[in-house]
């Protein structure tokens, strides 16, 4: 009897394996943000019931996977670009003093890779005001429920770059920002990210 579970907990490690891999390629190839749509249009794909899915930690660890993999030089020339904006908006948006996260550290981008800011604010208000005073176009977006999520996101574009700000209420600035896979994410203001850039080695 054990070893006949043995084997079932084998079968359904590789499926959710499987489904994680699958899951990871549709949110590096086709863009979806949602980790949960992602694992149930893979086991869609894969013929699998939508049950025994795999975590979200499963899936970050496997497009971190496949991020790396098929990082090429198109890749690298994003990452330049990315790290570019992102000192360029962050100079811009310095009286909110704001925070860089994601891809740009990690240095693990793929087509659909953008700049990720923090702000910490009063209000949303405060920030969209500053930027139409500064003739920043820029979209307002409604960020889903949940208890992570921001006030407000603000989506705009530097030279064709897309950047996502994500504007808290100051109180949250305590609170550590998680990844969907629950890991605790790094953010740097614009002088440690100076810093960080700096010690680069010349490849990155």
């Known amino acids: 009897m054990p070893a006949r579970s043995n084997n079932v907990d084998s079968v359904l490690g590789d499926l959710r394996h499987n489904i994680a891999s699958q899951a990871a390629r549709l949110i590096a190839e086709e863009g979806i943000e949602d980790y949960a749509l992602a694992k149930r249009k893979a086991a869609r794909q894969l013929g699998v019931p939508e049950k025994d ?4 930690a499963e899936v970050e660890e496997a497009l971190q996977a496949w991020r790396a ?22 100079e811009l948006l310095d009286p909110f003093r704001p925070y860089v996260t994601g891809a740009v550290l990690d240095g693990l981008v793929d087509a659909f890779s953008e700049v990720v800011l923090e702000l910490y604010a009063d209000s949303a208000k405060d920030v969209e005001i500053f930027l139409l005073g500064q003739e920043v176009p820029f979209d307002h977006h409604e960020p889903r429920r949940g208890p992570d999520a921001p006030e407000a996101i603000l989506l705009l574009d530097c030279d064709d ?31 440690a990210f ?10 990155a």
């Open 69 to 90: 993999l098929f990082h090429d030089e198109q890749d690298v020339e994003r990452l330049q670009r990315l790290r570019e904006a992102a000192v360029v908006v962050m």
């Open 194 to 203: 100076r810093a960080f850039l700096k010690n680069l080695p010349d490849a």
């Open 161 to 191: 770059v897309p950047v996502r700000v994500n504007v808290y209420g100051h109180i949250a600035e305590r609170s550590q920002r998680r990844s969907p896979g629950g890991q605790t994410q790094v953010r740097l203001r614009l002088d």
């Open 53 to 56: 899915l795999p975590s979200n």
